[in-house]
């Protein structure tokens, strides 16, 4: 076969597998192109000298990308994650790939240490922050885990929704009139996701009573926003991600929509599927599987860092909040992020979680 293959001789022989295999071949390069990789954004070129972004979760993925770019182009960048020792060894290795480009960086990166499972963490994270006295430009809420098993947090929280919602939103709390104080204008991005459309209105009734009737342990009060884990673990990832849209929507509805005075926007995106480390606690099986997908179909860092870039900083969104975003554009999420009675109870969750540290 291989001789028939040098040769030609194979193509002659076999004409409907070799067409066959072209149209597979120039099908899967079409979606690669036109689908996979996604839009780019013009946030990538923008000149950000003397601007300041927090970016959480930067020590790997879009995270890691995205501190770069900011970095390139010129602006402060502060690295709030968890580990110092993989923030530094990051930082190191962002300033050697920009030096080693053709651009030459005026900004300058920084750790700052923040454990979203820990809310004392966050808090801390805030007062060393405000004790610089610098004033944001962009605060990009990029920090998220995957877990296949039910785990609690130092305060008594499912870890998915500490970790990608309420550490996130208290840190959005404790930095808001530093924000409010930019007289040129914040941008508050939150990294959601399209696995919010694991979850429907039904989910949360059966989540709640399930957890009810099974479960005593659980942080009381008991709410549907702390039990649908014990429904399944994709659900609950799917949860937070819908909570990061209610997070959007009620802080643009409450503090921005109807204040003319607040020049803060807050927007949320899907960064598409990448390739990353967040599915590394998956069993062995699917860690298998999911490694090929993610080779063939999923999008690398720096495509994945396109929607974040363009809130963060693309001139195209300047005064625009509120929204979900997906390929560099407004989108429509699945109709359970419209649900206001929902989104209302999450507010009140979040303000009860949020008060103690305030």
Same mark, same amino acid.
């Not at 560099?328 to 303000?351: G, S, T, Y």
């Given at each position: 076969?291989?001789?028939?293959?040098?040769?030609?001789?194979?193509?002659?022989?076999?004409?409907?597998?070799?067409?066959?295999?072209?149209?597979?071949?120039?099908?899967?390069?079409?979606?690669?192109?036109?689908?996979?990789?996604?839009?780019?954004?013009?946030? %990538?070129?923008?000149?950000?000298?003397? #601007?300041? /972004?927090?970016? @959480? $979760?930067? *020590?790997?993925?879009?995270?890691?990308?995205? !501190?770069?770019?900011?970095?390139?182009?010129?602006?402060?960048?502060?690295?709030?994650?968890?580990?110092?020792?993989?923030?530094?060894?990051?930082?190191?290795?962002?300033?050697?790939?920009?030096?080693?480009?053709?651009?030459?960086?005026?900004?300058?990166?920084?750790?700052?240490?923040?454990?979203?499972?820990?809310? %004392?963490?966050?808090?801390?994270?805030? #007062?060393? /922050?405000?004790? @610089? $006295?610098? *004033?944001?430009?962009?605060?990009?809420?990029? !920090?998220?885990?995957?877990?296949?098993?039910?785990?609690?947090?130092?305060?008594?929280?499912?870890?998915?929704?500490?970790?990608?919602?309420?550490?996130?939103?208290?840190?959005?709390?404790?930095?808001?009139?530093?924000?409010?104080?930019?007289?040129?204008?914040?941008?508050?991005?939150?990294?959601?996701?399209?696995?919010?459309?694991?979850?429907?209105?039904?989910?949360?009734?059966?989540?709640?009573?399930? *957890?009810?009737?099974?479960?005593?342990?659980?942080?009381?009060?008991?709410?549907?926003?702390?039990?649908?884990?014990?429904?399944?673990?994709?659900?609950?990832?799917?949860?937070?991600?819908?909570?990061?849209?209610?997070?959007?929507?009620?802080?643009?509805?409450?503090?921005?929509?109807?204040?003319?005075?607040?020049?803060?926007?807050?927007?949320?995106?899907?960064?598409?599927?990448?390739?990353?480390?967040?599915?590394?606690?998956?069993?062995?099986?699917? *860690?298998?599987?999911?490694?090929?997908?993610?080779?063939?179909?999923?999008?690398?860092?720096?495509?994945?860092?396109?929607?974040?870039?363009?809130?963060?900083?693309?001139?195209?969104?300047?005064?625009?909040?509120?929204?979900?975003?997906?390929?560099?554009?407004?989108?429509?999420?699945?109709?359970?992020?419209?649900?206001?009675?929902?989104?209302?109870e999450f507010a009140r969750l979040c303000d009860e979680v949020c008060q103690p540290y305030l």
């Amino acid at each position: 076969m291989l001789q028939s293959l040098l040769d030609g001789s194979f193509l002659s022989q076999h004409p409907y597998v070799c067409a066959a295999s072209a149209i597979l071949v120039a099908s899967y390069a079409a979606l690669r192109y036109f689908v996979i990789n996604g839009a780019s954004t013009n946030g %990538e070129e923008q000149n950000l000298n003397g #601007k300041v /972004f927090m970016v @959480t $979760g930067a *020590t790997s993925g879009i995270g890691s990308y995205t !501190a770069q770019v900011l970095y390139r182009q010129g602006a402060k960048v502060y690295l709030a994650c968890r580990s110092e020792d993989k923030t530094l060894e990051m930082i190191r290795t962002i300033r050697d790939q920009v030096q080693g480009s053709s651009h030459v960086s005026g900004g300058s990166l920084h750790f700052l240490r923040l454990d979203l499972n820990d809310l %004392e963490s966050v808090r801390e994270c805030a #007062k060393e /922050f405000l004790k @610089t $006295g610098d *004033t944001l430009d962009g605060l990009i809420n990029n !920090a998220g885990c995957v877990t296949n098993s039910i785990r609690y947090t130092k305060q008594g929280f499912e870890e998915m929704m500490q970790a990608n919602v309420l550490g996130h939103h208290l840190l959005i709390e404790l930095l808001w009139q530093n924000m409010d104080k930019n007289p040129h204008g914040a941008r508050i991005v939150i990294v959601a996701s399209m696995a919010h459309m694991f979850v429907n209105d039904n989910d949360f009734w059966n989540a709640q009573t399930k *957890t009810y009737s099974l479960l005593n342990h659980v942080k009381k009060p008991v709410t549907k926003f702390s039990s649908m884990a014990y429904i399944d673990t994709n659900k609950q990832y799917g949860l937070t991600k819908l909570c990061n849209i209610y997070q959007v929507y009620n802080i643009h509805e409450l503090r921005i929509k109807n204040n003319p005075n607040c020049k803060i926007t807050i927007n949320c995106c899907h960064p598409g599927a990448i390739r990353s480390g967040l599915v590394r606690e998956a069993p062995f099986y699917m *860690t298998i599987i999911l490694g090929l997908m993610q080779l063939l179909f999923f999008k690398n860092v720096k495509q994945g860092s396109q929607n974040t870039l363009h809130l963060a900083c693309s001139p195209d969104v300047q005064g625009k909040s509120g929204a979900y975003y997906d390929d560099c554009r407004v989108a429509q999420p699945r109709p359970v992020a419209e649900n206001k009675i929902l989104r209302e109870e999450f507010a009140r969750l979040c303000d009860e979680v949020c008060q103690p540290y305030l």
